[in-house]
């Protein structure tokens, strides 16, 4: 094949990602200097089509970014009344009450909102400051000179199955930037490169992940309880993973039922999914969505592990934000703050170092803000919560590391220090035939759903044609090394039904239904032969959340 040959357009910044981190920092780079020139890039259909989120929102980030918020009109308004927190047995709950916990983890003052839609709004405030916003182009390249990240292939489309060009093929474009702001969301390909080629996590701990899955219900009118909060732990997990649910009201009689499974389960019979929908069974929960419907799922990873997990963010000419980065706070929930003050950090960076006449260097003026500034302050207090989790269990976390954090409340200093996470999540699955598998029950349709079903109300699309965008680094390994030593946990970790073993005249084979795929990156984190490699499909493609 010849070599491709590409146009190109010039910025001051290219943006990767339409989230909260990219978002912000578009609109930031255009409140400090009107005349620079931003481009941010959106692989979804539209901004907000990729978005999953809980979310109670801390307004800590767009109070910062957009003070009058309120005033224009941002889609925020469910503010939280009621703050609940259980532990859950198969039949019932034991409430644990507010008062021991440390203010941080306090809900009140937040608000219950779709962060789907708050940036689609966040996307008009940047188009109103003339910010350039492209949705539906997937940036599958970097583009180099020596050393340094000059810009981004994004565009490229009708790639034949086989990798080649077919009638209607688009080259592409490379949008090329003084800097290049990389906001993609969790274990994203292009920040995977990056942290990979530049060591960005060398001295530091490797990042924990969890699979978060969430369903929107309407339920009776009558159950409807707007900003109401509830999370739950313990049951049906109990000691065979960490995790956890949330359930937030919103207005319109609609409810987020939302569950999380941290990824560093040992048992690869584990299938977080069904774990999700037997969830829904516990009386807690059934109580509320009998007589509702599923209107929306989705999932998506969670980065977890925190402060010691966040890896250098800096390259010669690109900067990694938000969940790129890693700033989730695990024990409160939250990362949307973190993303918009990151996008807002490395944009103030970026404006000073492009007015200072400088191009293509590193940011550090943005690094030591996420180090020493409000991300820092939000994350250090809380840091050992799930290091505690993970080697000693859900007690041990709610006791040892609730006083941890009480004192880094009071004190901003750690007894007990900084916490080690060990192993990746894919390091630490076991072996098949070390445990026992579990049996779960069929879905009933009415509380609880099979996975193709559920991934339906997801409004998932791929073209057919093009290549999968799940490549396999050796695809024997997944019949020949996975199913003997761990039963394949691929067929049981996605939250979309994309992988099967299925059975054939000459045995097994492993197929993937790439058109299933929901973006999560489970399997590019989860796979216990890192033999899954997630990269971008053509843009537009994949999930369409209307309101996650």
């Given at each position: 094949m010849s070599e491709?040959?590409?146009?190109?357009?010039?910025?001051?910044?290219?943006?990767?990602?339409g989230g909260p981190a990219g978002l912000s920092a578009a609109i930031r780079l255009k409140q400090i200097n009107p005349e620079l020139s931003v481009v941010l890039l959106e692989k979804g259909s539209e901004i907000g089509a990729h978005i999953l989120s809980g979310a109670v929102l801390d307004p800590s980030g767009l109070d910062r970014l957009i003070p009058d918020w309120r005033e224009k009109g941002a889609p925020i308004s469910t503010e939280v009344i009621e703050d609940n927190f259980y532990i859950l047995g198969p039949q019932g709950q034991v409430r644990v009450p507010n008062w021991p916990m440390p203010p941080l983890m306090n809900n009140h003052g937040k608000y219950i909102v779709s962060m789907g839609n708050v940036c689609r709004w966040l996307a008009e405030q940047a188009e109103a400051l003339e910010v350039e916003i492209?949705?539906?182009?997937?940036?599958?390249?970097?583009?180099?000179?020596?050393?340094?990240?000059?810009?981004v292939v994004a565009g490229e489309m009708g790639l034949e199955a086989d990798g080649t060009p077919g009638p209607s093929y688009e080259p592409g474009m490379e949008l090329r930037g003084k800097y290049v702001l990389i906001a993609e969301g969790v274990r994203g390909s292009l920040a995977k490169e990056l942290i990979n080629k530049y060591s960005l996590s060398a001295g530091h701990e490797p990042q924990k992940f969890g699979i978060g899955m969430k369903e929107i219900w309407e339920i009776e009118p009558s159950k409807a309880r707007p900003g109401k909060v509830t999370h739950t732990m313990g049951w049906p997990l109990g000691k065979n993973a960490g995790g956890g649910s949330f359930i937030y009201h919103l207005e319109g009689n609609q409810v987020l039922v939302g569950f999380v499974v941290h990824l560093n389960y040992a048992n690869p019979h584990l299938y977080p999914y069904m774990e999700f929908q037997r969830f829904k069974h516990h009386p807690l929960v059934a109580d509320l969505l009998e007589g509702g419907k599923r209107v929306a799922y989705g999932a998506?990873?969670?980065?977890?592990?925190?402060?010691?997990?966040?890896?250098?963010?800096?390259?010669?000419?690109?900067?990694?934000?938000?969940?790129?980065a890693g700033l989730v706070n695990v024990p409160r929930i939250k990362g949307n703050h973190n993303a918009m003050l990151s996008g807002i950090a490395a944009a103030e960076a970026a404006a000073a170092a492009i007015a200072a006449g400088r191009a293509g260097d590193e940011l550090a003026e943005y690094e030591a803000d996420v180090r020493s500034g409000p991300i820092a302050r939000d994350l250090k207090p809380v840091r050992n919560v799930k290091p505690i989790w993970s080697k000693l269990g859900l007690w041990a976390s709610l006791a040892l590391g609730g006083f941890d954090m009480w004192v880094a409340n009071l004190t901003g200093w750690n007894p007990l220090g900084t916490w080690k996470h060990g192993k990746t999540d894919a390091e630490a699955t076991g072996k098949a035939a070390d445990f026992q598998p579990i049996e779960y029950p069929r879905p009933d349709g009415k509380l609880s759903f099979d996975r193709l079903t559920n991934v339906a109300f997801s409004f998932t699309n791929h073209e057919e044609s093009q290549p999968c965008h799940l490549k396999l680094k050796d695809p024997s390994v997944p019949i020949s090394v996975n199913l003997p030593l761990?039963?394949?946990?691929?067929?049981?970790?996605?939250?979309?039904?994309?992988?099967?073993?299925?059975?054939?005249?000459?045995?097994?084979?492993?197929?993937?239904?790439?058109?299933?795929?929901?973006?999560?990156?489970?399997?590019?984190?989860?796979?216990?032969?890192?033999?899954?490699?997630?990269?971008?499909?053509?843009?537009?493609?994949?999930?369409?959340?209307?309101?996650?």
């Open positions: 491709i040959v590409r146009e190109s357009m010039e910025y001051d910044v290219v943006i990767v990602g492209f949705p539906g182009m997937a940036c599958s390249q970097l583009v180099y000179e020596g050393d340094r990240v000059v810009g998506r990873a969670i980065s977890e592990g925190g402060w010691q997990s966040i890896p250098k963010l800096t390259v010669p000419g690109a900067a990694l934000l938000g969940c790129s761990y039963a394949e946990p691929a067929q049981r970790y996605c939250p979309a039904g994309v992988y099967e073993v299925l059975d054939g005249p000459e045995g097994p084979r492993f197929q993937i239904n790439f058109q299933n795929c929901v973006h999560c990156k489970t399997c590019d984190i989860k796979d216990p032969s890192q033999n899954i490699n997630w990269t971008t499909p053509q843009g537009g493609d994949g999930p369409n959340y209307p309101n996650m």
